[in-house]
């Protein structure tokens, strides 16, 4: 069993940068792989991106690429959504997911998931 709980969110203008975190919690928590996902009002879940357990892979989705970056702290079991060049558009809630295989995450589903964060981009 892995826990997920997300951090960072908040309101910021057009063209501001924030740091989401999520911390995971478990015995096999850092052998997951970890993505981030977005649910807008009255729209789907969305799949933002996504980084394997080592490290070594990252995805992302076209809406995001350039803008955000993901990593993560082994040491720390926490993984990270560094968001510039904010738009009103990425106004979500974020949900951190983990799951054993990071083409899961990009198919979006994942065994493991996270209460969200709401991110409000002002114009």
């Known amino acids: 069993q892995v826990q997920l709980v997300e951090s960072g969110g908040g309101l910021v203008q057009t063209g501001d940068s924030l740091r989401l975190s999520c911390a995971a919690s478990?015995?096999?928590?850092?052998?997951?792989?970890t993505g981030w996902f977005r649910q807008a009002p009255g729209k789907e879940r969305e799949f933002v991106a996504a980084i394997s357990w080592s490290g070594s892979i990252t995805d992302y989705a076209d809406s995001v690429r350039g803008r955000f970056t993901i990593s993560r702290d082994s040491t720390k079991n926490t993984a990270y959504l560094q968001m510039n060049s904010l738009k009103p558009e990425d106004t979500a809630v974020y949900y951190c997911?983990?799951?054993?295989?990071?083409?899961?995450?990009?198919?979006?589903?994942?065994?493991?998931w996270g209460q969200g964060t709401q991110v409000t981009v002002s114009s």
């Open positions: 997911a983990a799951d054993g295989r990071i083409v899961r995450l990009r198919a979006g589903t994942g065994d493991y």
């Open positions: 478990g015995r096999t928590a850092s052998t997951y792989a």
